[in-house]
């Protein structure tokens, strides 16, 4: 579960997050769609402890990450944006390192491992350097990453960037599976389909607020649309408003 | 092409602008305590350049020349750090994925202007803050004319340039050995990392070469004889040296205040401006080239890449943060070449001023029942020391923190705080400092005579002034972390960068100082040691601090 109250993020003089609230249920998958600069990213990053708020407090299962840092930290799985890692690492090292930061024993990280790579059937490339990868390849490792530990939140920003379709499939089954299992997923996206398929309650966020929030289907009917509307069109729709 | 230039000459300019635009006071007063700083050092190294000239002026026999040897050892050096940096410097510039966007414009060769110029600037500022009171001090004691003076300054200026560019040829022959060599065995081994490895093996070969022929086998039979003797034996020898010639020319401008020199100065200037006209036009044509031969790499997408090498990797098996966090920095080193390089080239200056130690007293015990040598080697030694854990500190330590901002996700979401981290790097690369450093002073002490009691003396102090050299480097990281460059060697030059540069450099003067009284006053070592260690703990309280506020991201423009 993941909630926050009041938060507002501030560099320098400028606020980019205004008195935010907002609370995400146990199993429950949230979209946060916007326009560029709305502060989608940077709310994700003051989730997952990359930023520390200006104001308010943040509970990730009910553990408060400014307060409690380490065992917030502990409950999140975050995909970033941007999947870099050192280059001098192997794909391998980079996920055992993941998981020893997590304190996951070596000879079970290893197991581990092996079995995450045959979800995107990368198993092979584990030995050679994060500088050798396609995007797509440093994409799905830094996927696997996020799930090493059995997080119970997920936070991820774009997650599918780089995938090939097929990849795409899977990495929507791995969300899936991942909130039926009572996982609480906090996506942050400009892939809008992805967003319509999975997620259980969309927010539109724009200016460092939530300008309308809801399910798919909620949103179309407070738009006024027809029922086969995409969520693009929702989304140009409530924007141009 | 000329909108480009234009825009490149404005952006030191609008740097500042921007630097200035914010707490104006605070940033000038910053600025202003940095150029004291600067002066101190400055100050610093030319009043030891008059008493370490004032010592040699003692001696009636041998001063001349030894005059001449030192004018020939000093450019040489120069010469030597020039090429090290050039390299370092131009092999970081191909590396960069940052310039993809400019490579893809019509305007790409303007990326050989930049470098080259960046190669040249990060080479001159830093050789001329030291060289520059290094050749007043010797100008005030010979008493020679401003005009000899400045002429100097345009001499030592163009030898750290016709160095630079030598580096720069150096690492384009490299690049295009491997890449003809490619052509003979038909596979592609063009690649940074074997560029370097060429050039490191190459350089090794250079300054033992320089080495063999710059220190002479025995130094008695060297200086033997009188002024015309010595002259003649040392050039004898000296001549196969690149800098013997310029170095003449030096010695001709301060020491014998010649006029010959003005001539040759002139004619080196203009040799050195056709040279660097002619590399840029070389570079200019072959960059495009030679970016693309570097930036090609394995390029692994799935499962099929049995053609591309597999490594051993390794498994972190311990638990603990700080423990993984300290295998991590180990493996990093080891698998990037160019840190490597680093620590050859600094290690391997230390070594052969080592080897000049132990040739200088064997060569002197030769002749007699074991010479003395005055206080001064003693702190110099430990002052070179702490300058080399200095140079490591600014290429490993400072960056550190800024280095990690893409892929600070991986760091900053794990259950491991910021002050983890800085106690992991603050472990690991004192321990490497340590274990490399204390060997070879230790070395240098034993080949020196230095009694047990002061030596270990001297130890202790230093593995104090690496902590508080190392902890300097990690507080100011965290404190002042970079969110727009990850480069050392562009961080090395950023405020912060040279504030590190100006504290280590001016700490390790006065460190070196009060050791060199310390040897007739043995009271001031524990006021030392208590001021260091005070310092290490201010130090250690202030990072905890910073490292709690620590961000691992900036405000992101969107």
Redesign the interface.
Known sequence: MIEIKGVSKK??D?T?IHNLDLSIKKGEFYALIGP???GK??LI?LL?????PTKGEILLDGVNILEN???A??L?G?I?D?P???D???G???M????????I??NE??KDIKKLLKIY?????????Y????R??RQKYSIL?ALLHNPSIL?IDEPIVGLDPISIDITKNILDEFVREGGTVLMVTHTLFVAQELATRIGLFEKGKIKIEGTYKELVDKAHLTAKTSLDDVYKNYLAK | MSESFGLLLSYPGQVIKRYLAREKFTRIFAVFILLLIILFIGVSIYVTTIEGLNFISRDIELRDALYFYIAQLFYLLVFVLSFGNSILVIAASFARKSHQWIMATPSFSIMAFVNLFQLLASSLWIFLAVIIPVLMGIAQFMGVDGLQLFLSFVLTTALIIVGSICGVLAYMLSVYLLRYLSTLIGRNIVSQSLAIILLVISSVLMIALFWRIAIPQDFVKFFDGNYIVQMQTMKEQLIYLPTFGIAQVLHDLLFCSNIFGTTYTIIFTGLTLGLLITVYVLLDKSYLVMWQLLQE???????D?KR????????????N?VH?IID?EL??I???KKNLLWFVIVIGLWLAQTAVSWRVTANANNYGDGYVFPDFVYALILAIGLYFISALALRFVFPTFSAER????????????PWNIAVGKLLIYTGIFLFLGSPILIANFVILGFGFFPALLYWIVFSLSVILIVLLALYLSVAHPNRFSSDPETLSTTLPGLAFTSLALGGTIIIANIMYLVLSNVDLVVLLVLLITTLNLLLTSLTYNVSK?F????????
Do not use: C
């Open positions: 560099f320098k400028k980019i560029n600069g709305a990213s940077t990053k997952s402890g990359l930023l520390q840092p380490k065992e930290k502990a999140i975050y970033p941007e870099t890692v050192w001098g690492m192997t391998f090292e980079f055992n390192f993941v998981g020893a930061l997590y304190n024993p070596a990280r290893e059937n990368i198993t092979g490339t584990e030995h050679q350097l500088q050798d990868y396609s797509g390849v990453a936070l | 790499g394995n390029y692994i997408a799935g499962q890449n591309i090498n597999t490594y051993k990797s390794y498994n972190f098996p311990a638990i943060a993984n991590k493996l990093l080891w698998r990037d893409k892929v600070a996700w991986i760091l900053g979401v794990a259950p491991i705080s506020k961000e691992y991201a900036g405000e992101i423009i969107a």
